[in-house]
């Protein structure tokens, strides 16, 4: 179950979010030659990336912004800048360039250290602009939660598009997070659940503010909680490839 659209059109142009997504892409090839050798990425990230046990030793801070923009693999990078395609330009759109931009560092920073709290003695590294867009998520559930977000979901070869109120979808992503914390903290996981769980807590209580000024339960009263601007529109286009129908056998 992954999410490709919302049907909540900005209306400005996101330059932020377009940026942070080109910065992630061009900062991921950079360092792309090192996944051919295991040992130098191993070095890459204990330097660049967030390793709880030595931010508990009051080292490192600087990696709580530097790991935002490092992922694990092609599949990482492409999840996370999905989400933030999907979800950022609302929020710049409601935030202002610069405060939208000032969110998500902060948003990544409190996801960072979400995760140092959970696991402070962790030697793992830790990447990726998850626990950032995960604020951005949170934000957005607060200001929108009945906008309509397009889900596929997929069933082992059989998939369907469901549009789905952003309070569903991302209140079960939010779950998701909490219970797979627990269970990664009796059996280990390679997914920093924590700083997923941290970051969306920290984006809806900064988001806060943006909601109490457009009225708060007002607003949501007013609005339904549905996108102010008219929500948008798709479909399919049409395929010249022929319907195949089952033929009935003969007895």
């Known amino acids: 179950m992954f999410p490709i659209r919302d049907h909540n059109p900005s209306n400005c142009t996101p330059y932020v979010t377009y940026g942070l997504i080109v910065m992630n892409i061009f900062v991921f090839f950079a360092y792309w030659p090192l996944f051919a050798e295991p040992g130098a990425l191993r070095q890459f990230f204990e330097a660049w990336a967030i390793l709880p046990a030595r931010i508990t030793q009051g080292e490192g801070h600087v990696t709580l912004v530097t790991s935002m923009f490092l992922h694990g693999g092609l599949l990482h990078l492409a999840g996370n800048m999905l989400f933030l395609h999907i979800f950022g330009d609302n929020l710049e759109d409601e935030m202002g360039h610069w405060g939208f931009l000032g969110f998500y560092l902060v948003s990544g920073l409190a996801a960072g250290m979400g995760q140092v709290l959970a696991a402070p003695y962790s030697s793992v590294p830790m990447v990726g602009a998850s626990g950032a867009i995960a ?117």
């Not at 280990?188 to 969306?200: D, L, N």
């Open 135 to 251: 604020g951005v998520m949170g934000g957005y559930l607060l200001l929108f939660p009945r906008a309509r977000v397009d889900v596929v979901f997929i069933f082992i070869i059989f998939f369907k598009i469901l549009p789905l109120p952003a309070w569903m979808m991302l209140g079960v992503w939010f779950a998701i997070q909490l219970v797979s914390g627990a269970v990664a903290d009796l059996s280990g996981g390679g997914v920093a659940y924590w700083a997923h769980a941290g970051g969306f807590a920290a984006g809806m209580a900064l988001t806060l503010p943006v909601w109490l000024k457009r009225g708060g339960r007002d607003h949501w009263s007013k609005t339904q909680g549905a996108p102010a601007n008219p929500a948008a529109t798709y479909r399919w286009g049409r395929t010249d490839i022929p319907t195949v129908r089952r033929k009935k056998r003969r007895r």
